[in-house]
């Protein structure tokens, strides 16, 4: 596994200085712009909705140069922790949030497929951030971000024509030209510039570069919130008596995961940075990709990419909540979590 290239976040990462209560304010903040401008000037609303496709083009390519290119080396350890992680992630939570999204929202298809979309997808970005806030193993967590994204990638038109069924209003083949077409290119051009940027800039210019776009995507991610609800708020506020069902969902979906992360790092006797890892892994979702591939793989379809939305308003008070649960609870190697030192993800170079 020497020489291995993997994706690992950047240095002064936004979601790590700023999680929890600032994102949830900012992205409801969005939810009642967009809502207002599309009630009370229908205009705005329709050049919101021609204006999404382009936004979620910057978003992919912004979240996708992001991340750093750095050499690691895996040992038989780390591949056991990763396996677990990975079948944590794309076996076992994708059926726990089928079983979940079907339970509360059997009636509501729409609302149903986007909780689905959300709950599978792990995070390929701030979960690290929240590892490294918890003493976690961010060294091996930085593995974990092109593994995440290749999958959820590649599986999504088959988790969709598994779980989604007939409720998704889209071929599942018709996706997998979409995350061809809109995906693959982006992915190309952003890793190359990334590289590019990597070699040729001074340290300084790249240090404020990187700083730059940690404050740009979450704006970006909030521009698009703002024009799905602006685009569709009339379609949104007639089912606005199930949002509630949706928190309460997601809510649900966390518990179930913190106590699948438990159960998994028990049974796999992990140490406490590698159940650390595997509890902000199995917690943080992908929703800023996962919300630009919907609206292109189901456009026009605002229910589904509000169950989307509204699972990120939960998400990061949950995640700075279980690392307060991790930090109290855990040791490394009999000293506790407050005392010990992990290598940050350039360690890993």
């Excluded at 944590?88 to 079983?99: D, E, K, M, S, T």
């Excluded at 970005?125 to 995440?148: E, H, Q, V, Y």
């Excluded at 591939?293 to 700075?320: C, K, R, S």
């Amino acid at each position: 596994m020497a020489g291995r290239l993997v994706m690992s976040a950047g240095e002064g990462n936004y979601w790590q200085r700023h999680a929890g209560l600032a994102t949830t304010l900012l992205f409801a903040a969005a939810i009642v712009i967009g809502s207002t401008l599309g009630w009370f000037a229908p205009a705005i609303g329709q050049h919101a909705s021609g204006a999404v496709d382009t936004t979620i083009l910057w978003l992919v390519g912004l979240l996708i140069f992001e991340v750093r290119l750095t050499r690691c080396r895996l040992r038989r350890a780390e591949l056991r922790v990763l396996a677990l992680t990975w079948i944590a992630n794309f076996v076992l939570i994708p059926a726990l949030g089928f079983a979940i999204a079907s339970l509360f929202l059997s009636g509501q298809p729409l609302f149903r497929t986007g909780l689905i979309i959300y709950f599978m997808a792990p995070c390929t970005d701030w979960f690290l951030g929240f590892t490294r806030l918890a003493r976690g193993n961010t060294a091996l967590g930085a593995m974990l971000l092109p593994l995440n994204m290749a999958s959820q990638l590649l599986l999504y038109p088959l988790f969709i024509a598994i779980y989604a069924g007939a409720a998704a209003p889209v071929d599942p083949a018709t996706m997998g030209d979409t995350l061809l077409n809109w995906f693959v290119w982006p992915f190309v051009v952003a890793v190359a510039l990334r590289l590019l940027a990597d070699r040729a800039l001074p340290r300084s210019w790249h240090r404020r570069l990187m700083h730059g776009l940690e404050r740009v995507i979450p704006l970006l991610i909030a521009l698009l919130i703002v024009e799905i609800f602006a685009a569709h708020i009339g379609t949104l506020v007639e089912h606005a008596d199930v949002f509630a069902t949706v928190l309460f969902a997601v809510f649900a979906f966390f518990v179930a995961t913190f106590i699948l992360g438990e159960v998994t790092a028990r049974v796999g006797r992990l140490a406490y940075a590698d159940h650390a890892l595997l509890a902000m892994t199995t917690a943080a979702r992908n929703a800023p990709m996962m919300l630009g591939v919907t609206a292109l793989a189901m456009p026009d379809q605002p229910l589904v990419y509000a169950a989307i939305i509204i699972g990120m308003l939960v998400e990061f008070p949950h995640l700075t909540a279980l690392r307060h649960i991790l930090l109290k609870t855990g040791t490394v190697e009999g000293a506790p979590v407050a005392e010990a030192r992990v290598p940050s993800p350039r360690s890993a170079s």
